[in-house]
């Protein structure tokens, strides 16, 4: 790290790019207009000072022309900002759909990553505050270079932010709530995280690495072979296949099962498809959806089933949370169940699948 | 055109100067109960004058340690919960208890009956009471820092600050929810005496410019005031008992929170800046001899910014889980918001043009603000502008860009007004070497605290980060330096205008041979302001002309060295009016 800022931040996404651009397209436009009145009231203050000009002066009340031109032209210039931020943001706000997902949790002072093959991973915070385990697992957030990268982000107490300067990427981390956050990596290296929005005590403490690696060496980092991150992470499974454990243990399959006398919908398929509410509403099942109706059941119930299921809030941990999404996730059609045409399709069952459903038959 | 030249021929000599021991409103009684029990405006504006003149030295004072705290990457000086408690108790002092009744409280309560030529303020009771309001609510801010202080910023996001915090927040923010009836009192107050109490004559459209200004200010403070204090209220019951509003953890929504706080922070900004662009058309007209350049246009872009202000909360919250179409309306609006404070910067700098420019204090601190301002307000479309909005929200660029308009550009024109008014509200001349030394040393000090934080927040430094990245020290130095100097130049008006009180020399009823109708008093003003009601004839800035509001001839203009110098007087005096002048068209 070097004594002195360098001019221009690091820039190591394709987002850090385009902010570049458009932030410098910004600075030249109102530096020029700046620079302009500035010299004009400094030409004045010495053309026009009292000693230059002792006489009296000129009955002058204003000019439509001028007005107009001055409310018009900085109008126009103005917009050519807007409308260049809006696509820069709107390239920042959706991420693609083949985006490599790694959950991110904030919690007062630190953040926890579980990347899909079941990594694990302590960025940052403070070490006072934090178990021996978590002590030992802190290390660096691994990406891969060149791969979109989406951050799906919560929080277990206060309001955080996810930001990555050298990325130009930045998300607020609500409690409740699930934001998205994303980039693609250009360059290799490792770059700060920070914690943008004020958390209490330690909150300048809530900082941490994220490494950026070659395709193949991410490749070797989620098969266990390297330890890219800088701490050793005993990997126990899949997330998915965590998230399956919590669905048993939790006793979820009781009721989500494919059997005729279940008395909760099937999951399989669910993510990502739209799901017909009571109240005749829709709703795509995102993770916000699902993680709403693991704490908070009866805020929405599927069209055709009575609201039965029990809230989960405090049972679960934001951790558990992502596990059990990447389950549902998983969950395509007929993985876990058998299937049958012996009875009808659970009304509300989710709809928009590849071909007709066919009704299932549990085989346990 | 010619018939008012010709009235304006007819009048004769300026008034007499008032005898010396004429009573004012400062000398008429001198016991401690004729302070507190008054309910003279300009009493009221110095009672005003000295409590935010206490506020304004505490949030100084904590955000020297602030500052002095960022000489080390790992803190210098304080630990981490002394350096959050005291970021907060800058922010809270110097937004609610010093630049929100800065300029409607002192100069608001001390001019605004003077320049329409009335008595008093339509509510003198309300008016008292609101200085009440205040203190309690200032009492209610003390009690917290005696406790231990808050330290959850004063943005106040909840959960922090309903859950999590350990600091004793309730009173804290009991004394903001206070202090905000105060405001509405004042704008309350303001607003009825415009509308009710001019002076025969006196239209809309020969209102004085800083007149217009606070009218704009006090349709916020009436209309935005209400949902903060809703909003603090929320808060409390939230931290208090549990009831969930806010926190998700008790079924609550934090961006709710945000979306109320803003809907009356954001107005709130332009509560602080539209008085202060008012005293700037005031300054810059009076001592570049001009009539203001565009008067409708300055006049409803201040009301424009006062309603477009409202629309615009959410553009604090691209990045905190508002929608996609969400932030492209707010961004679009903002941008609208951006064109009536460009208008108003257009137009001073054209008043400006063929002028007969002197440079006495409130001048330098009048052209300082431009200066500063417009930074301030260009910086601010990098955060309108959704695509740099990113990575630059929360840092230290947004530190720096409030801090531009806010200090930048509403202290310095509180400085200006104060400068400007001093002679008039105490009748004393204060030093004009001094005066106009410490403006210097102000707008020095200013740019090189606040420059290099710009690049620290482009570098990624977020805000309230007592620990930072070691590169960045050298950028923090500079500002605590700059810091250090800005600091320097604030003290030296606190001494000289201290001296002028005691020695300084008297000062005639028109210093600055301006035309407002509050120059039309005595210095100090008498009790009732006025001997007789006016009679406005023409408009606010007829310095051209060289006539007043009441059509009367201006005195001799301040010389190059000063109003009150008799060896500047050989100087170049702008001469006295009337001189009969046609209109001219530019552009």
């Known amino acids: 790290m070097s004594f002195l800022p360098s001019f221009i931040p690091e820039r190591a996404s394709i987002l850090a790019d385009r902010f570049e651009a458009l932030f410098w397209y910004i600075t030249l436009t109102t530096a020029t207009v700046g620079l302009l009145i500035y010299i004009f ?5 010495i053309r026009y000072r009292r000693s230059r000009s002792p006489g009296t002066t000129p009955r002058i009340l204003g000019s439509h022309r001028l007005e107009i031109a001055w409310t018009i032209i900085p109008t126009i210039v103005f917009f050519t900002f807007y409308g260049w ?15 490599l997902e790694i959950f991110v949790i904030g919690k007062q002072w630190m953040w926890k990553a579980q990347y899909p093959s079941g990594q694990r991973v302590i960025i940052g915070g403070n070490p006072a505050n934090m178990t021996e385990a978590e002590r030992a697992s ?101 997330l998915a296949f965590q998230g399956r454990q919590l ?118 | 055109m010619s018939a008012v030249l010709t009235r304006w ?59 002095l705290n960022l000489l080390a990457p790992n803190g210098a000086i ?115 005496t415009i509308h009710k109490m001019r002076a025969p004559g006196l239209t809309w459209n020969r209102l004085p410019l800083f007149v217009w200004a606070l009218y704009a200010t006090s349709l916020i403070q009436l209309l935005a005031t209400p949902v903060l204090g809703i909003t603090l209220v929320l808060l409390m019951v939230e931290r208090m008992w549990g009831v969930g509003i806010f926190d998700p953890s008790i079924g609550g929504d934090p961006v709710l929170f945000q979306h109320l706080f803003w809907f009356y922070s954001h107005p709130a900004v332009y509560i602080m800046i539209l008085p202060g662009m ?61 064109v009536p404070s460009a208008i108003k910067v257009f137009n001073w700098t054209a008043t400006l043009y063929r002028g007969s420019i002197t440079f006495q204090a409130p001048m330098i601190f009048a052209l300082g603000f431009i200066f500063l301002f417009i930074i301030g307000g260009l910086t601010g479309l990098y955060l309108a502008t959704l695509g740099t909005d990113i990575h630059l929200h929360d840092t230290y660029f947004v530190v720096a860009h409030f801090h531009f308009v806010m200090v930048g550009g509403m202290v310095m024109a509180y400085f200006a007004a104060l400068h400007y008014w001093w002679p008039k509200m105490f009748g004393r001349m204060y030093s004009d070497w001094w005066s106009r030394l410490a403006a210097m040393i102000i707008i020095v000090g200013f740019f090189l605290t606040f420059i290099p934080q710009f690049i620290m927040g482009y570098h990624g430094m977020p805000r309230r980060y007592p620990n930072y990245p070691a590169n960045l020290q050298i950028l923090n130095v500079m500002s605590t330096a700059g810091g250090s100097i800005l600091g320097l130049g604030y003290l030296m008006p606190a001494i000289y205008l201290t001296l002028s009180l005691i020695n300084g020399p008297k000062a005639s009823s028109n210093p600055w041979s301006a035309t407002g109708l509050e120059w039309q008093t005595p210095s100090p003003p008498s009790i009732h302001n006025f001997e007789e009601t006016p009679i406005v004839v023409c408009g606010p800035y007829e310095y051209a002309i060289g006539v007043d509001q009441m059509g009367r001839p201006l005195p001799e203009g301040p010389g190059e060295g000063g109003p009150i110098d008799p060896a500047s007087h050989a100087g170049h005096p702008y001469p006295a009016g009337p001189v009969p002048k046609e209109t001219e068209v530019v552009g």
């Open chain 1, 138 to 238: 802190i290390g660096k957030l691994v990406v891969p270079l060149g791969r979109p990268v989406k951050l799906t982000l919560t929080s277990e107490d206060v309001i955080h932010n996810f930001g990555i300067p050298a990325f130009r990427s930045k998300m607020d981390v609500l409690p409740g709530r699930y934001t998205t956050s994303w980039f693609e990596a250009t360059k290799l290296g490792e770059y700060h995280v920070f914690c943008d929005q004020y958390c209490g005590t330690w909150h300048s403490l809530m900082v941490g690495k994220v490494h950026v690696v070659t395709p193949e060496e991410f490749e070797e980092f989620l098969l266990g072979a390297r330890s890219s991150q800088g701490s050793e992470n005993p990997v126990d499974g899949s």
């Open chain 2, 278 to 338: 008012g005293v700037i058309s005031e300054v810059i007209t009076c001592f570049s001899r001009k009539n203001i350049f565009g008067y409708a246009a300055v006049a409803w872009s201040s009301v424009g910014i006062a309603v477009v202000g409202f629309l615009l909360w959410a553009h604090h919250m691209f990045v905190a889980g508002i929608s996609f179409y969400a932030a492209i309306l707010f961004s679009f609006l903002s941008m609208l918001v951006a």
């Open chain 1, 247 to 364: 669905f048993m243990k939790l006793q979820c399959s009781t009721c989500h099962t494919a059997k005729p006398s279940a008395r909760a919908p099937v999951l399989e398929g669910l993510y990502g498809s739209k799901v017909h509410l009571k109240g005749n509403r829709t709703e795509i099942a995102d993770e916000q959806y699902i993680i709403e109706s693991i704490l908070k059941p009866r805020a929405k119930v599927v069209e055709g089933w009575e609201p039965i299921m029990p809230s989960y809030e405090g049972q679960v941990t934001a951790e558990d949370l992502a596990a059990l999404v990447q389950y549902i996730r998983s969950l395509k059609r007929g993985t876990t169940l058998d299937r049958t045409e012996d009875f009808p399709v659970p009304v509300g069952a989710p709809t928009e699948r590849p071909e007709p459903i066919s009704p299932v038959k549990g085989k346990n």
């Open chain 1, 85 to 99: 931020g809006v696509a820069v943001y709107n390239y920042a706000f959706h991420p693609p759909e083949d985006a």
């Open chain 1, 41 to 45: 009231i400094i030409y004045c203050c």
């Open chain 2, 78 to 192: 304080v630990t981490e919960d002394v350096y959050n408690r005291a970021f907060t108790a800058h922010g809270v002092l110097m937004l609610f208890f010093f630049l929100i009744p800065a300029v409607p409280a002192v100069f608001g309560n001390f001019f605004i009956p003077m320049m329409i030529g009335a008595k008093d303020l339509a509510f003198p009771k309300l008016n008292l009471a609101s200085w009440y309001v205040f203190m309690l609510g200032a009492a209610c801010a003390a009690w917290s820092v005696l406790v231990g202080g808050i330290d959850t910023g004063w943005t106040l996001y909840p959960p922090y600050s309903t859950r999590a915090s350990q600091a004793s927040v309730v009173p804290g923010v009991l004394g903001a929810f206070i202090a905000g009836f105060s405001s509405i009192m004042t704008g309350l107050n303001i607003m009825v």
């Open chain 2, 9 to 67: 021929g007819l009048s004769t000599t300026p008034p007499p100067e008032p005898p010396p021991a004429e009573p004012n409103y400062l000398n008429h009684n001198y016991s401690i109960w004729s302070w507190l029990f008054t309910t003279d405006h300009k009493r009221i504006g110095i009672l005003y004058l000295i409590s935010i003149t206490l506020f304004f030295v505490g949030g100084g004072i904590a955000a020297g340690v602030v500052r």
